[in-house]
């Protein structure tokens, strides 16, 4: 019997977890500063949730959720995505009657899909997404993108690829999937079996298609621009003049239609390719909603929502070199020889109740093994407590980067590291002033040599 992890799935430790928790912190605060409101919902869901809201039709419902009777014989679902639970919690929690609209989420979790697992492709991921639900207005799907294209950037994401689109109203949808039949019913025998079964229960799904063949095929079909009714072309040109004020650059992609059913309007993913040429597929993707809240049975509001995909974030990142290192322990203890090891437990314990970061060697009593602990946990100081320092309670102090060593007096160890990282700072402010300054002297001899051209 092996204990391995499920095919699909991964742990996620360490400095891979330090990771998704920073780039969890920057899209949380980010979150914050568009006012979105923090949601966590259940994980397991009653199954008709998701069969109502992402569709009968979507390739999640058909062959991805990760669905079991539970002892009381309900049919439950681990979630496969947020969207659909975050609006049944809004309709619970009765917010889409009593406050004022739109109300405006953001969550973080892992959710849970029965996929073929490849690269940037797990069956259990974690997303980050937001959802504005209430409002009609094309500038809540502006400001649904505008936080996606923000919290790339704070990532520092560049060379981002915006790829946006509209999937029309419900007539628009109704006009272009006719005319989408009649195509693909003429090449359909050569197409794979999944666009067989896509053309019965949604033609729009044939677009997204992955099959090398059957995209040539889809290269000739008709596109969604031509079958849009006035209102829903208008408010994608809206989208679109609002995105182009903003400065925030896109593509427009004909063929983009996104894997949920519950989609109308507009539709857009960010995509990204690593330095090394890794394409993960899409980072972040969403679109904008018009029935999805009455048909969880909730009022007639439409809403606008995003996900990002963190798997997808912290591989491109590290692929990228632009992950945080491991944050540094500020203090390492190292008793050596016969000392009284309850004593130092107790100073531990007082250097870590006055906000410090401290680990102690218990394993070993050996300065060697000390230093080599130390400098694995990337301390910044060493503190070393011998027989001899514990007689005189005078310890030595290290600075482990510059190897500079201080005696430091027992009751005043508080003392000295406050003053130490103090100094650190005045250091690092006078440092930045200095460079402010340099900087505004190169401008202000940039700005005389413009004058003199
Ligand atoms: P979706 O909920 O399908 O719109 O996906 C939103 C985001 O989740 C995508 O843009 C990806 O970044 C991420 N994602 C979707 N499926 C997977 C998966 N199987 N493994 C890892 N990330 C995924």
Known sequence: MD?????????????????????????????????FKEYRVPVIEKSELYQRSVGEGSDIVRKEMYTFEDKGNRLITLRPEFTAGIIRSMINSKFLVTRDLPLKAFYCG????????????????????IEIVGSNSYLRDVECIAFGYTALKMLGFKNLELRINTLGDKFSRENYKKALVNYFSKHINEMCNDCKERLKLNPLRILDCKVLDDQEIIKGAPL????LTLDSK??????????DIMGIPYIEDDTLVRGLDYYSDTVFEFHYTSKNGNNYG???????????????????????????????????LK??????????????????GNVDINYIMSIVFDVRNNGYSCEINLESKSITSSIKKAVRANSKYLLIIGEDEMKDGIYTLKNLETQEQLDVYEP??????????QEEEDKYCDLTESINELKDEEDEEDEEEIEKE
């Open 412 to 421: 005043d160890l508080i003392k000295v590291l406050d003053a130490l990282y």
């Open 282 to 316: 899409a980072i972040g993707a969403g679109g904008h909603y018009s029935d999805l809240v009455k048909e969880l049975g909730g009022p007639v509001l439409s809403g606008v929502g995003l996900s990002f995909g963190i798997e997808r974030l912290y591989n491109i």
């Open 319 to 336: 692929d990228d070199n632009k992950l945080q290192k491991k944050d540094k322990i500020d203090l390492y203890i190292a008793p050596i």
């Open 234 to 243: 208008t408010r994608f040109e809206n989208v679109l003049e609002a995105l």
């Open 224 to 227: 969604m621009k031509n079958y």
């Open 110 to 129: 892992p959710v849970f899909r029965y996929e073929r697992p490849q690269l940037g492709r797990y069956r259990q991921f974690n997303q980050f997404g």
């Open 3 to 35: 204990y391995n992890v499920l095919k699909g799935t991964h742990d996620i430790i360490d400095e891979e977890a330090y990771n998704y928790s920073y780039i969890e912190e920057i899209l949380t605060n980010i979150a914050w500063l568009y006012d």
